[in-house]
């Protein structure tokens, strides 16, 4: 049943505009059991409350890396911990990576975990050490955890294996590109090389734009993504042009 006013909560709406009065009205401040905590502990952020903190703590050992030693170093920091912790949450309730809606949003969640772990100098894999601990992290709090686990690292396992042959076999093409732009005198990475990343070696458009402003560089997203419409429309063609010339002679023998 949806609630009405999401601030001020006082009615209940059956969904056909009816309107009856919440047996107990109540103001949403925003709160949050993590705001609380992080006004309980007397800390600056979430990030810092003890539950998030004992999964930064996992990849400062894995990584050598700590707050303090550079800015990019702390992004990468909460990156990681927000990510692997919103992963566990999100497979647990049933959503699985995929190219649309949630499942995408997952996706990149867990592709920029690992990227970011990368550049951490990890290059083995990081989710069998970072979802036990998320897990242990979180699962005082939400017990739940615990009976989903095992659908939790099977999809998240999957992901990241596939994610690190994706990377593994674009990177070395995507450096290139990017060397053959800078010797060229240009700061652009062309559409054209951008495109054969994702169609030819599966390398996400949004992975080469990351990339390519850590080294400085852009891309020329605009001819990528016309690049990638002419793709479609000669799929939908191909796809139509299949139909029209379908083989009924299987079906001559029915008529006779």
Known sequence: MEIWNNVFSQFDN????????????NIDTGMGLERLAVACQDVDSLFDVDTVMNITHKVTEITGAHYGMSHEK?????????????SV?????????SNEGRGYVLRRLLRRTVKAMR?????????????????????????ELND?????????YGEEDAFRRTLESGTEIFDMAVTKAKQGGSDLVSGEDAFKLHD????PIEITLEMAADQGVKVDEAKFRELMAEQKSRARADAL????????SVYDDFKK
């Open 14 to 25: 059956d969904g056909h505009g009816n309107y009856t009065d919440l047996v107990q009205k």
């Open 200 to 203: 030819t070696y599966g390398f």
């Open 241 to 248: 042009k299949k139909r029209h010339n379908v083989d009924l």
């Open 148 to 156: 989903t686990f095992h659908d939790v690292s099977e999809a998240a």
């Open 119 to 143: 550049e951490l100098g990890v290059t083995e894999p990081v989710m069998p050490t970072l979802l036990p601990t998320s897990k242990a992290a979180m699962e005082p709090s939400y017990p």
């Open 89 to 97: 949450f999100m497979i647990s309730d049933g959503v699985l990576p």
């Open 74 to 86: 702390d992004v990468s920091l909460r990156v990681i911990t927000d990510h692997i912790r919103a």
